[in-house]
């Protein structure tokens, strides 16, 4: 299989070291973790354990023995199978000049995951890692990426059967696996149900009631459904921004399938000539925008915003106290509309830019700009 290198979260990991004993690789199963942990560990003396692996679970048959003998950096994959680890691991990097770095990693969240933000306080740094970002597989490769999505075998499958087999087997195997395993109990069907009614919503406005009406359950069954998924990393829940300027603000969360490729999947979507003719090719398009963007931002601080009236932005991040807002439009050549005009007033925002598939760069209005998404790593506040 094809490398490709991810030089980015390395630093990251890199950068959280610097501060902490403790750094935790947190993002979706299959999304390249153990690979960039193993090109880590071939750059300096390193002890891995993988809490899958039958023999290393026999290794941690007495885990204080073990690992108090540990020097330099350890490596556990897939920490989430024993949150027990998590107060040894404190007591480990605590002692007086303690020999040892962990990096953990983890296809859960803190939130599902018990005792890790608890145990661990003050001594973990996270780093989020998704699939493959544009940056890391080439402009040219954007549509690629687009309908295989980011996952390392998806996207890297020698073609879009094989693309499409892979993600069906992913879906089936997180639903009656990898949930069973975090010591949810809900039924594969179910919760599948429930993840293929998000994707026709994807981009949209959360309704729990209409999700639990259409389920037969109650809105709060609803919202833990939506919990789960988000946790797992399968779903982002975007929430919505809102102040007081006198207009009456949209104010439950936005909801989107992080990865396209499982989106399209979900959806049916086998080829770019299946995308290009659905009636979700817009909202696919604003979450792999939205996905990309996310990925450089240095903070989990991201919202929409929207009206009742109508105005809205798809996203609003804030940098060094300013605020700037993006738009993602499929369209060959998007202009300024009202929403966006009242957007930059309302919110008193420094630039608007409107993320377009084309290749040029241009202005359409005063604070508004048309860039192509090749160009969103280029933008200054992603500037170091």
Not at 185 to 196: G, Q, V
Not at 242 to 262: C, F, H, L, M, T
Request: with cysteine.
């Amino acid at each position: 299989m094809i490398m490709i290198l991810r030089p980015d979260p390395i630093e990251r990991i890199a950068a959280v070291f610097k501060v902490h004993p403790i750094a935790a690789l947190l993002g979706p199963r299959q999304c390249g973790k153990t690979t960039l942990a193993k090109m880590i560990s071939e750059r300096e003396s390193c002890t891995y354990f993988d809490l899958e692996n039958p023999v290393d679970i026999r290794r941690l048959s007495a885990p204080m023995s073990t690992l108090e003998e540990l020097s330099g950096l350890v490596v556990m994959d897939e920490i989430q199978r024993r949150p027990d680890l998590f107060e040894l691991l404190r007591v480990l990097v605590d002692r007086p000049n303690s020999p040892v770095r962990f990096l953990i990693l983890g296809s859960a969240s803190p939130g599902l995951v018990r005792g890790v933000s608890e145990s661990l306080a003050g001594r973990i740094g996270f780093v989020d890692l998704s699939g493959f970002d544009l940056q890391e597989v080439g402009s040219e490769k954007r549509s690629f990426l687009w309908i295989k999505g980011g996952f390392p075998r998806s996207f890297l499958a020698k073609d879009e059967s094989s693309s499409t087999a892979w993600r069906e087997d992913f879906i089936r195997t997180f639903l009656e696996r990898d949930i069973p395993q975090l010591g949810i109990t809900i039924p594969a069907e179910t919760l599948r149900r429930f993840w293929t009614m998000i994707s026709h919503y994807h981009g949209q406005v959360w309704n729990a009631a209409h999700f639990a009406r259409s389920l037969g359950t109650s809105e709060k069954t609803a919202r833990r459904y939506l919990d789960i998924l988000a946790g797992a990393y399968m779903v982002r829940v975007l929430p919505p921004w809102y102040e007081n300027i006198r207009k009456r603000q949209v104010k439950a969360p936005k909801i989107y399938i992080r990865d396209s490729g499982i989106l399209h999947a979900l959806l049916q979507i086998n080829t770019m000539a299946d995308l290009q003719g659905h009636p979700k090719l817009g909202s696919s398009w604003e979450g792999f925008c939205l996905e990309q963007l996310i990925g450089h931002l240095r903070t989990r601080d991201v919202y929409f915003w929207a009206t009742h009236a109508g105005a809205e932005l798809d996203l609003l991040v804030t940098v060094a106290g300013k605020r700037y807002g993006f738009e993602f439009k499929y369209a060959d050549a998007p202009g300024a509309n009202r929403s966006m005009r009242i957007a930059i007033e309302d919110l008193r925002l420094e630039q608007l830019w409107v993320i377009y598939p084309g290749q040029h760069e241009y202005d359409i209005d005063e604070n508004i700009s048309v860039i192509p998404i090749d160009l969103i790593p280029s933008l200054s506040i992603f500037q170091k």
